[in-house]
């Protein structure tokens, strides 16, 4: 039996109707939803992407984070579903950047300024801890192209050089562009492959993403998004929750442990053998978000909570929709991999 097979048995019509009424349901601020244990979790709020909007599911930690993003994208794909890791390799007090990690970053911010896009988005303490760039800036660091769309070659090289993308003989890493006659090839930093751009004239032709070793295309787009590199300049950035939509549901595993890590996180100090080496991100610590602002913030929210009860953040228009069915053992899907190995080394 494939996974979807088993899907459709665990999620009956008649689960899903009920979970998506909830759903639909704006008066509906706060469910709470027991007996979800291993990969029931994935396969529940695998339903959550008919609902036409983004959803950003806190796991308690990055292990955690990491198996059910794993889980999702074998039941979904991964269209729509993505992943939102701290930009560290390590606690963010070391001030190790991770280049990687902060690209998954961007895509995940560049996509929730799409409205109207299905999304689940899954993170946890230690990314959710750390300021975004807002979305104004976000905007002006972006380039939107569409196929047909009327664009010169010529333009578009001086917009990406006013945005800080160095032209070069051939792109291999995000933040480089190169110019081959009527072909122009972009690395964004939201996308882990480059764009191949066609111009026929002044108009697009023809847009791909192509992998770098061989050259060689591997799928046809009909518009994409160009961001420049907006890591770094998140010292006067935002709260995820003051970029995200006011009507983005969030769904925590346990909010008392979210709002507990990201105060603790808040508390350190940048490490002394970051002092003492002079390398790394100096200025990692003033990209903590404000905790009592997260914690007040957090409560205007629609919520589903999946863990332990009993926190001090319910609101009183609660309902609570229960597990009818329950497994002595915990579902657990095979793992894939794919886009998870900087997650699994960064805290090596």
Known sequence: MDIQNFSALFNTPARCEAFLKLIKDNKTKHIFIQGLEGSSIALFFSNLLEHKQAHIIIANDLDEAGYLYNDLVQINGNDHILLFPSGYKRDIKYGQPDPPS???RTEVLNRLCQKGESLLIVTYPEAIAEKVVPVNMLSEQTLHIDKNSKCDIITLSDKLRERGFEEVDYVYEPGQFAVRGSILDVFSYTNELPYRIDFFGKEVESIRTFEVETQLSTGKLEEV???ANVCGQEVSGISIL???????ILICHNLSWVIDRISTIASESLSEQTLIAEEG???AMQKIIDVTAFQKKITTFRRIDYGASGH????RTTRCLSQKFRFSQPIVLPIHRKRLHSLHTQRQ
Do not use: G, P
């Open 281 to 283: 991100d100096r200025y």
């Open 242 to 248: 003051d970029f995200i939509d006011k009507n983005t």
């Open 102 to 104: 902060e690209i998954l």
């Open 225 to 227: 998004y160009i961001v």
């Open 312 to 315: 001090s953040f319910q609101l």
